[in-house]
């Protein structure tokens, strides 16, 4: 393979990584619209959001934020847990958590009309979201790239401790929950149902279901990712269309 076709192999690679990205964050603010409960990822940054809301003494950040912050902290994790084991390339996941976090203030804003009153709508919400989040994250792992820092943590830890990854990114998650909960009574007095709920212990069972599942089905993904697409064929159709278009707007 030629350095511009590695180019831009690397760069469709990523492309389709960030429709990824895309796809997961929807799936999480569909969850926090449900308020049953958001997903684990966005259990914690939705506290501090909605403590600074309330002037808790906190920044008052967006959830997309206040998860960029956390992925940064677990990107420290990683450094301190593995030390000289560490790759440097690794640090490459602030940028993808930076995008994350982004991704997810764009689509709680995409998402502002959806307001279920229902317990009914509510758990239509929380499903829906739990599907569109399983099936984000099967493409971005899918997508073979750097992993986000709510895995490379857990990562980390297997690879020190020895012990195997799923029951480490368990663990991990039910700390995050716990964390959630524990600021939930540091800030408000009490547990508060629509950020930590029963919605979240459902995405913490149904989204690696549907991972799995979803991840037996995309041999088409694999075939997208591996097409090698061509400079000069990208920029001539883009001039062809958007001449077409100048054209008929003039006529």
């Known amino acids: 393979m030629t350095k511009k076709e590695r180019i831009a192999s690397f760069l469709w690679q990523h492309v389709l990584l960030l429709i990824s990205l895309f796809i997961m964050t929807l799936g999480v603010a569909v969850c926090v619209r449900s308020m049953l409960g958001s997903s684990v990822i966005s259990t914690l940054p939705y506290v ?3 403590a600074g809301k309330k002037g808790m003494g906190v920044p008052q950040l967006t959830i997309g934020q206040y998860t960029y912050i956390m992925n940064g902290i677990l990107v420290l994790g990683q450094i ?5 084991k560490f790759e440097p390339v690794q640090l490459f996941q602030l940028l993808v958590g930076f995008v994350f976090g982004s991704l997810i203030d764009f689509n709680m804003l995409l998402t502002q009309w959806l307001v279920p009153t229902t317990l009914v709508w509510k758990s239509v919400s929380q499903l829906v979201g739990c599907t569109i989040l399983g099936l984000g994250i099967a493409l971005e ?3 073979g790239s750097v992993t986000m820092p709510g895995e490379g943590f857990p990562v980390a830890i297997s690879v020190v401790t020895g012990i195997e990854f799923p029951k480490v990114k368990i663990m991990v998650d039910t700390m995050l929950v ?7 009574y540091v800030f408000f007095g009490a547990w508060q149902w629509y950020i930590v709920g029963i919605g979240t212990l459902f995405a913490m069972i149904y989204v690696g279901i549907v991972v799995r599942t979803v991840g037996k089905h995309l ?3 694999d075939h997208l990712l591996a097409y090698q697409p061509g400079f000069r064929r990208y920029v001539y159709g883009l001039a062809r269309f958007l001449y077409k278009g100048y054209s008929k707007l003039k006529r």
């Open 178 to 184: 716990v964390l959630a909960v524990v600021f939930c």
């Open 219 to 221: 041999s088409w993904f």
């Open 80 to 84: 301190a847990v593995l030390r000289r």
């Open 141 to 143: 792992v899918r997508c």
């Open 48 to 50: 501090f959001e909605t």
